[in-house]
């Protein structure tokens, strides 16, 4: 008889374990024992199979495997292994939604936990392009590009197809991406001007994120007039840093650990204080809410802010639960196609948006689960660019195939990504836009 407990194994009932990143250990960098862990996953990937339609990562794994001499994994070059790495931005979709060897099953596979260990021990070696450190350094790009007179010339000269070809050439920016804008008037400075007064039985503090500070201040504002709309009583951290993503995604985990420790005090700060943490961008939730506590697994604190940390439409969906949710909805949406972005599907907390949405009269609201190949930087570097394209085109094919009024989704890079795959024949808004614009406030 097995000794693998009932509902361990594959078809199982037990729910998937994420297990602590032991990224302390000597082990954890050590490359031999990298690339035995690689071969051990590469090869019960290869007779698996089922993530074959997700990112690029897994399609370069089999190919190289079906061309090789012998139709297996040992006649693929080591070189391969790494082109699978770094075809990986770790949207968590394979370990969420499709691998049925994740633990508690006795093969213990985690592909995203692998590739970060594979990632980061390029980055201990010194294998990142100066891009990548730079494109990583969300708040000092923010701060910079911000500034009165660079904003307005960074955003003019990326509108310039020299510039950009030549960007293209020297820094591996692709020059048809697009490359997020940068705003004097942020966030930051618009609330410092227009404060929320008052007091509520819902307090909510926003972790803002860079780039809804920088890049997206329109649809942060949004949120905060809708919350208060609702009787939210909305506040700001006082110093945040970036959460971590991008460095995480370059595989600097020191890095990931500074800013999560600078933006831990801060956040335990808030919930002693019975404040809610609300996050409007889903990879900055889904690090927050689903990284954190495994870099660091006995934080007890860590653990406090999981717990009270919501994406903006979760925490609207619990003031409708509670009855205080206003539906004083002014105008309809129509037919609204719906993208899910992939770090949002990865927190597990259903289609929340969706929910919220479909309670405005004379709105249909189709969700669709499908990954937009951006990822951030992964859709601008300009050797990934045009994959990035062809991993989108089948999310903006069914999206265009909906026939619908208006295009969303809760990731704007994500949007900017599908509406330039589509043509831009559809007009994309963020959800949260579109319920400021239903409340007609």
């Known amino acids: 008889m097995s000794n693998t407990p009932i509902g361990a194994g594959e078809g199982g009932l037990k729910r998937p374990e994420r297990l602590p990143i032991n990224w302390k250990s000597d082990d954890y960098y050590n490359q031999d024992s990298l690339m035995k862990e690689l071969e051990r996953v590469y090869d019960i990937c290869h007779g698996c199979r089922r993530c074959f339609n997700l990112c690029k990562a897994f399609p370069i794994l089999f190919d190289a495997i079906d061309k090789g001499d012998t139709g297996e994994l040992e006649s693929v070059d080591k070189k391969t292994f790494w082109d699978v790495v770094n075809n990986c931005y770790m949207c968590d979709m394979c370990y969420m939604t499709k691998c049925p060897y994740v633990p508690p099953h006795p093969f213990n596979l985690d592909f995203p936990a692998l590739m ?25 790009l923010g701060k910079i590009n911000s500034l009165p007179i660079i904003s307005w010339k960074f955003n003019l000269l990326n509108k310039i197809k020299p510039f950009r070809w030549l960007q293209d050439k ?17 966030l930051r400075r618009r609330f410092k001007n ?27 504002d949004d949120l905060i007039r809708v919350y208060e709309h609702n009787n ?46 609300v996050i409007p961008m889903p990879s900055c939730a889904f690090i927050i809410k689903e990284i954190w506590h495994l870099l660091a697994p006995n934080d007890h604190q860590i653990r406090k802010i999981k717990e009270n940390t919501y994406d903006p439409f979760e925490y609207l969906m619990k003031l409708h639960k509670d009855n205080k949710l206003k539906t004083d909805f002014k105008n309809p949406l129509g037919k609204v196609a719906y993208h899910v972005p992939c770090h949002l599907r990865a927190q597990n907390i259903g289609t929340k948006t969706k929910d919220v949405l479909s309670l ?6 189709t969700a669709v689960e499908r990954c937009s190949g951006h990822d951030g930087t992964y859709a601008i570097k300009s050797e990934y660019h045009e994959t990035a394209k062809k991993i989108c085109q089948p999310l903006s094919d069914q999206m265009m195939k909906l026939d619908s009024n208006t295009c969303s989704s809760d990731c704007i890079m994500a949007g900017k990504h599908i509406e330039d795959t589509m043509g831009h024949e559809k007009y994309f808004l963020h959800p949260i836009s579109l319920l400021r614009r239903s409340y007609n406030i």
Not at 117 to 134: N, Q
Not at 240 to 269: A, F, T, Y
């Open 232 to 277: 939210i009583e909305v506040n700001l951290l006082d110093n945040e840093k970036c959460c971590g993503m991008p460095k995480l995604e370059m595989g600097d985990i020191e890095s990931v650990i500074e800013h999560m420790n600078h933006n831990v005090r801060q956040l335990s700060k808030a919930v002693n204080e019975n404040y809610d943490i």
């Open 116 to 140: 970060l260990r594979a990632k980061a021990i390029k980055f201990k070696k010194g294998s990142v392009k100066l891009r990548d450190k730079l494109m990583s350094n969300t708040d000092f």
């Open 194 to 220: 227009n404060a929320p007064s008052g007091t509520s039985n819902y307090k909510v503090m926003l972790f803002v994120t860079c780039y809804g500070n920088y890049n997206e201040p329109d649809y942060i």
């Open 170 to 186: 020297l820094f591996g920016i692709h020059k048809d991406a697009n490359v997020p804008k940068y705003h004097f008037n942020t």
């Open 360 to 365: 405005i009269p004379d709105t249909t609201v």
